[in-house]
């Protein structure tokens, strides 16, 4: 049985992350400046949320580097390219990475 998606991230935090979702969605299309469709947006979504699923609960990462690292990790996806998640045992949103 699949998780809810509110076992891995608090409920304060949700409206957050739905933004980080957004924002890596919308910067996904303006970079394949291809139109958003409704099928499209929930695909992107789904990978999204896939790869949140997978860095927190598996990874045990916060959720500041989960959001971080999305962006690229949907574009890798989106261009059928493989990714290693970052592997650091310390990490600083400042770091740039």
């Not at 910067?27 to 990978?47: C, K, L, N, Q, W």
Request: with cysteine; charged share 35%; proline share 4%.
């Amino acid at each position: 049985m699949a998780r809810s998606f509110l076992e891995f991230v608090a409920e304060d935090q949700v409206v957050t992350v739905l933004h980080g979702i957004e924002a890596a969605v919308a910067r996904s299309f303006d970079a394949d400046r291809a139109r958003a469709t409704g099928g499209e947006i929930r695909r992107r979504f789904d990978i999204c949320e896939r790869l949140i699923r997978h860095l927190r609960t598996d990874l045990g990462w916060g959720l500041r580097r989960v959001l971080d690292h999305l962006p690229y990790y949907l574009r890798c996806e989106l261009d059928g390219q493989p990714w290693e998640p970052d592997r650091r045992t310390i990490w600083m949103p400042e770091d740039g990475v």
